[in-house]
T-cell receptor, first 116, second 117 residues
Framework: AQTVTQSQPEMSVQEAETVTLSCTYDTSESDYYLFWYKQPPSRQMILVIRQEAYKQQNATENRFSVNFQKAAKSFSLKISDSQLGDAAMYFCAYRSGGRGTYKYIFGTGTRLKVLA | NAGVMQNPRHLVRRRGQEARLRCSPVKGHSHVYWYRQLPEEGLKFMVYLQKENIIDESGMPKERFSAEFPKEGPSILRIQQVVRGDSAAYFC???????????????FGSGTRLTVV
């Protein structure tokens, strides 16, 4: 069975600085997707970024980028130029890539605090 | 184009009562998923439904929990005879039929926080 581990319950970053959130996963599959979701106090689950396992190039979305290390099964999220609005819970998630698959497996989350 | 709408946003029930949670998917989405988030934990899969069909309920407790997605109207997650351990945030997500092969993220609702007192 696949597992997702986020070992940092809480992280803090100074406004305008860079922070990296860690995520490791375990799977025997070769085809899968990885995601980072942001959950602000409103509880809305917002997709931040996704990565296809077959792509070697790390995904990037504006100030958000990932460091995907497939062999190490590591998928960290880097937030550059942190803003107060980035404060939230961040969840790493895994999904199998086979046709008809749909279950997401979430980590336990990292609470990010942004200090003014 | 409205996103996934869940209501109520907060629900308080006494032990032994029934809780009914509603989810209206994104217009055009025919697949609905329910997840539960216990305090300080990530979301865990409960059930996957298509219109009038339960596809996978492997994550749902065998007793007291049921889900439906009728031909007309929202999807309903029903919890009978609630207990304190049912207190959690319940999230609904939806996707179009082609999502499974494309790996795009679901669209999530904002969840219903159920508190059992």
């Amino acid at each position: 069975a696949q597992t997702v581990t986020q070992s940092q319950p809480e992280m803090s970053v100074q406004e305008a600085e860079t922070v990296t959130l860690s995520c490791t996963y375990d799977t025997s599959e070769s085809d899968y997707y990885l995601f980072w979701y942001k959950q602000p106090p409103s509880r809305q689950m917002i997709l931040v970024i996704r990565q296809e396992a077959y792509k070697q190039q790390n995904a990037t979305e504006n100030r958000f980028s990932v460091n995907f290390q497939k062999a190490a099964k590591s998928f960290s999220l880097k937030i550059s130029d942190s803003q107060l609005g980035d404060a939230a819970m961040y969840f790493c998630a895994y999904r199998s890539g086979g046709r008809g698959t749909y279950k997401y497996i979430f980590g336990t989350g990292t609470r990010l605090k942004v200090l003014a | 184009n409205a996103g996934v709408m869940q209501n109520p946003r907060h629900l308080v029930r006494r032990r032994g009562q029934e809780a009914r949670l509603r989810c209206s998917p994104v217009k055009g989405h025919s697949h609905v998923y329910w997840y539960r988030q216990l305090p300080e934990e990530g979301l865990k899969f409960m059930v996957y439904l298509q219109k009038e069909n339960i596809i996978d309920e492997s994550g749902m407790p065998k007793e007291r929990f049921s889900a439906e997605f009728p031909k007309e109207g929202p999807s309903i997650l029903r919890i009978q005879q609630v207990v304190r351990g049912d207190s959690a945030a319940y999230f609904c997500a939806s996707s179009p039929p082609t999502q499974g092969s494309q790996g795009s993220g679901y669209t999530f609702g904002s969840g219903t926080r159920l508190t059992v007192v």
